[in-house]
């Protein structure tokens, strides 16, 4: 006789486990073919409240669950090999589930990133998502956070600070008149867009590389902490979308409130000054916009943020931190 676990799990997540190593969600483990490359391990988890607000369209939430893990793989240029699901729900709302269970599958697919299996369960608090993520790079190919080298140019993909000002708008805290603007920002908090193109790029010409996933300024702090090096950052280098730009110029936000703000879910690397070229190109190539943001350079102090006079500028925080 089945459970209420088991029919939540094969309405709404069996039709999605299409990789024969999910074995249909029947047993209690998965079965992923490793095919003689190195495997990446990661694993985020989002909290309502935290991560997403209680009002966010599920589908989104969903998105966001799996694409935050995406963008951590992105970063050690990883291909995505599949996903398991832990969900912490309060209730099994249909009007819930069944637009979650749809985005989780639409993207699963998009990323060519299966769902092998996973665990429910039932909560008295917020609602959790957590996702463990695989994938696969060549045998010692992991690009990691450590190997960052005096003389690397520092590098960022995308834009900056979009997600937190998204975020800001949706709890009441910035005013954003311009319905173009908003909706862009409150897109780039709710569903961020993982890197995955760039990973090849990043295996064959970046030697450190991280995502931002908690803000630019207090993500590269902890790169350059790893690798045992310090930066000099060009501030106004750092990429701002229009939509930022804009609410820059009307005194709603800052440049240090870009930077440290959390969720951008970009890629933060260090390139080697004879490869920065062939890194751009391949970018292009792959439709992501990839912006030279300053240096690595030798000792371990704090990472320096540089005015166009050259004069260094205070940030009141590096990043966003849960604790």
Not at 10 to 28: Q, T, V
């Amino acid at each position: 006789m089945s459970s209420g676990e088991d029919d939540l799990i094969a309405r709404y997540f069996k039709p999605i486990a299409a990789d024969p190593g999910a074995l249909r969600l029947a047993d209690d483990a998965a079965v992923l073919k490793g095919g003689g490359d190195d495997l990446v391990v990661t694993t985020d988890a989002i909290v309502e409240g935290v991560h997403f607000l209680s009002n966010d369209p599920p589908e989104t939430v969903a998105k966001k669950a799996l694409r935050v893990n995406l963008s951590d793989l992105a970063a050690k240029g990883a291909t995505p090999a599949g996903f398991v699901l832990t969900l912490a729900l309060r209730d099994a709302n249909e009007r819930w589930l069944a637009p979650f269970a749809r985005g989780l599958g639409d993207d699963a697919a998009a990323f060519h990133c299966p769902l092998l299996g996973g665990d429910t369960v039932s909560t008295p608090g917020p609602l959790m998502i957590s996702i463990a993520a695989f994938g696969r790079v060549p045998p010692g190919g992991m690009v990691m956070r450590s190997r960052a080298e005096p003389g690397d140019r520092i590098v960022v993909s995308g834009t900056i600070g979009d997600a937190a000002l998204g975020l800001a708008i949706l709890k009441g805290k910035l005013m954003a008149s311009d319905a173009a603007v908003r909706e862009t920002l409150l897109g780039r908090y709710r569903i961020p867009q993982p890197r995955i193109g760039l990973a090849g790029a990043l295996r064959n010409y970046s030697r450190a590389a991280m995502d931002v996933s908690d803000g630019l300024a207090g993500d590269l702090a902890k790169l350059c902490a790893a690798s045992g090096v310090s930066a000099v950052i060009d501030a106004a280098s750092v990429p701002l979308s229009e939509a930022v730009r804009g609410l820059m110029q009307q005194g709603q936000t800052s440049l240090a409130t870009a930077v440290s703000g959390g969720d951008d879910y970009e890629i933060l690397c260090t390139i080697p000054e004879d490869r920065f070229e062939a890194f751009a190109e391949a970018a292009r190539g792959v439709g992501v916009a990839v912006t030279s943001i300053g240096a690595v350079v030798a000792g371990k102090t704090a990472p320096k943020w540089l005015n166009a006079e050259g004069k260094e500028i205070a940030l009141p925080r590096l990043s966003y931190s849960h604790f």
